[in-house]
């Protein structure tokens, strides 16, 4: 598990680092979201290759991570009422995020635009917390 994790880092920190190089798209759906993940560069499509379906897959298995970022916690204590769907594209992936349950609709919206943050902002928004919505309920203790 822990060199899965580090490997995960890796990928994570590598993107952060590329973040000039990917272009992003994302869809607020009724019932979650949409996002087109996308880049020119060869090696930024390779890692999001990897690590978008080894996310889905840590959410899939509630191996955590950012546990000291409450939308995150929040996101994997609620990762049994999310469902995920991964397409890998010859640019990059698109994402589909649903849930029957409006409060985990405006969590995964929200985490849709922390993500959208990352790819602007890279490791800067990284070191930051990420904002809940304020009519969010949150099912962890602040």
């Given at each position: 598990?822990?060199?899965?994790?580090?490997?995960?880092?890796?990928?994570?920190?590598?993107?952060?680092?590329?973040?000039?190089?990917?272009?992003?798209?994302?869809?607020?759906?009724?019932?979650?979201?949409?996002?087109?993940?996308?880049?020119?560069?060869?090696?930024?499509?390779?890692?999001?290759?990897?690590?978008?379906?080894?996310?889905?897959?840590?959410?899939?298995?509630?191996?955590?991570?950012?546990?000291?970022?409450?939308?995150?916690?929040?996101?994997?204590?609620?990762?049994?009422?999310?469902?995920?769907?991964?397409?890998?594209?010859?640019?990059?992936?698109m994402i589909e995020e649903r849930s029957t349950d409006p409060n985990v609709v405006t969590l995964i919206q929200a985490h849709g635009q922390v993500i959208n943050l990352f790819v602007a902002h890279g490791q800067q928004q990284a070191q930051q917390?990420?904002?809940?919505?304020?009519?969010?309920?949150?099912?962890?203790?602040?």
């Amino acid at each position: 598990m822990a060199a899965r994790h580090q490997h995960d880092q890796a990928v994570f920190h590598r993107l952060l680092s590329l973040h000039e190089h990917i272009q992003r798209d994302l869809e607020l759906r009724p019932d979650g979201i949409r996002a087109r993940t996308r880049s020119d560069d060869p090696e930024v499509v390779a890692l999001l290759h990897d690590h978008v379906p080894a996310m889905k897959q840590r959410l899939h298995e509630n191996f955590g991570l950012r546990f000291w970022d409450p939308a995150f916690a929040e996101l994997f204590a609620q990762q049994g009422k999310v469902e995920m769907e991964v397409s890998l594209l010859p640019d990059g992936v698109m994402i589909e995020e649903r849930s029957t349950d409006p409060n985990v609709v405006t969590l995964i919206q929200a985490h849709g635009q922390v993500i959208n943050l990352f790819v602007a902002h890279g490791q800067q928004q990284a070191q930051q917390e990420s904002p809940l919505p304020a009519e969010y309920q949150r099912v962890l203790r602040p």
